[in-house]
């Protein structure tokens, strides 16, 4: 890991790390720890590669399978169990190919989940009994194969995550009625957050004959509605088979109030270092 181009290829450093109380999870490399205190507890391997996100929200910690998976066996969702230091599937998904990502819906107080790759497998998913069930929201297409899940009172907010279509970003309402395009935007989606109730995605540069850009950009909204590209890195020249899209990576965690948008450009220029931007806007989607 003290070799940054030996780091990339082989995707080695700290991917995640998300808080709960007194609690920190972080995923570096393969493998999760735990750390309470002055106290760090590995908890083992996780199953696939490493996961697209990290969810704390209800005194545990979520994680969906993501890997190749070219055979379609059954995938999960995980818990840690506090207890015992262990993570247990809480959720079996049988007819996807992997799990994007696990989030929290504070204004609900549910858990959604994102889910890809081939039309019938691309969908946004629902659980209000801590995965006691799951229902399919939306899905059957290529523009709601999504990853991250952005959060208002009134609507679900995500990017389209492919490489054989064009790309935009998009909301719907809770029912996964009223699906609303927003913005055209010049690569897959993969992550976003919220920083004073604005919005913002970022785009990844990717393999693909439709979406040719070599920009990884970051987009922001103050209402929801109008979108403009405020950021964008150049993908550097290092080929991203073996040495990572270009993207931007955000944080996990902003709360409700801040100006100030702090992002990592990985695979671009600024590689590697954390940047900072000042927002300003004259209306927020809080």
């Known amino acids: 890991m003290r070799i940054p181009l030996v780091a990339r290829l082989l995707r080695l450093g700290i991917h995640h790390l998300v808080l709960y109380d007194d609690k920190a999870l972080i995923i570096a490399n393969k493998e999760s720890f735990l750390c309470v205190g002055n106290d760090v507890m590995q908890l083992g391997p996780l199953q696939g590669s490493r996961p697209m996100a990290l969810c704390s929200a209800e005194g545990h910690f979520y994680y969906g399978e993501y890997r190749s998976n070219p055979e ?31 989030f929290y819906d504070p204004y609900a107080k549910a858990f959604w989940v994102t ?17 006691g069930s799951m229902r399919k929201v939306i899905g059957g297409s290529q523009q709601v194969r999504a990853v991250q899940l952005l959060f208002t009172p009134d609507f679900v907010y995500f990017g389209s995550d492919t490489p054989h ?16 395009k927003l913005a055209l ?12 109730g604005r919005l913002l995605f970022s785009t990844a540069v990717e393999p693909s004959e439709i979406n040719n850009h070599c920009y990884a950009e970051v987009w922001q909204s103050d209402d929801g509605l109008n979108w403009r590209k405020i950021l964008r890195f150049r993908k550097d020249r290092l080929p991203m088979k073996y040495f990572q899209y270009g993207q931007v990576l955000f944080p996990n965690f902003y709360g409700d109030k801040g100006e100030l948008l702090f992002c990592t450009p990985v695979a671009a220029g600024a590689h590697g270092k954390t940047i900072f ?10």
């Open 72 to 102: 379609r066996s059954p995938v999960h969702i995980y818990r840690l169990d506090l207890n015992a230091n262990k993570w247990r599937p809480v959720w079996i998904f049988k007819d996807v190919r992997h799990v994007h990502g696990v």
């Open 115 to 131: 889910t890809g790759d081939n039309n019938e497998e691309a969908a946004i998913w629902r659980t209000d009994d801590q995965f």
């Open 277 to 286: 931007v000042k927002l300003e806007s004259s209306q927020v989607a809080t």
């Open 185 to 196: 935007v010049g690569e897959s989606v993969f992550y976003g957050c919220k920083v004073g």
């Open 165 to 180: 279509e064009p790309n935009h970003i998009y909301r719907i309402d809770r029912s996964g009625s009223g699906l609303e």
